[in-house]
């Protein structure tokens, strides 16, 4: 059987296209010898540098006000970055005004629902603190039971507000609930 010069090119390449190359795109070199430099090793400076326009999120503790339509204004509080389950209407409205005084005035705060809802209007909206670290939204429920998490983040830290709207089914009883609510 002769060989056909082709065939022999195609397999020679596809064995070169199937190794990985040796690559670490993405890793740090851990042997690599960690040089201690005034404020930390090099590597964390270097860190430090790059990221100079984020702000750390450290001290203090993120304050929310919910305010409802005809009901007194509510003061949330904040355990470890969660605050308790809140009740809701479907598609009720209201307002989130938080308080987080280590938010530079300007900074960018990023908050965004998860499982539904709105955040003025949208999924996701980037809010502009100001002076006092306090930034607004105008937070609506979905329209079906369950929850709706508010997700703020801000300098890489993550804080969740969570609402709940309608009854809270166990696992047994929440096809019940699916199917009275499509009932309605």
């Known amino acids: 059987m002769k060989k056909q010069p082709w065939i022999v090119a195609v397999c020679v390449t596809a064995l070169f296209c199937s190794v990985a190359p040796d690559v670490p795109a993405g890793y740090r070199n851990v042997d690599q010898e960690q040089v201690m430099v005034e404020g930390g090793t090099r590597s964390e400076q270097e860190g430090r540098q790059m990221s100079q326009s984020a702000f750390n999120p450290r001290g203090g503790v993120l304050s929310v006000e919910l305010l409802r339509e005809n009901r007194a204004k509510e003061r949330l509080v904040n355990r470890s970055g969660n605050f308790a389950i809140q009740e809701a209407d479907a598609l009720e409205t209201m307002t989130l005004r938080f308080r987080k005084p280590e938010v530079p005035e300007g900074k960018a705060v990023f908050v965004y629902v998860v499982h539904g809802g709105r955040v003025n209007g949208k999924l996701a909206d980037s809010i502009i603190a100001d002076k006092d670290g306090v930034f ?49």
């Open 136 to 184: 607004e939204i105008a937070f609506q429920a979905g329209p079906h039971s369950g929850n709706y998490p508010v997700v703020v983040r801000y300098g890489g830290a993550e804080e969740v507000l969570e609402f709940w709207v309608g009854g809270r089914p166990t696992d047994g009883k929440r096809e019940v609930m699916r199917a009275m609510e499509v009932a309605k």
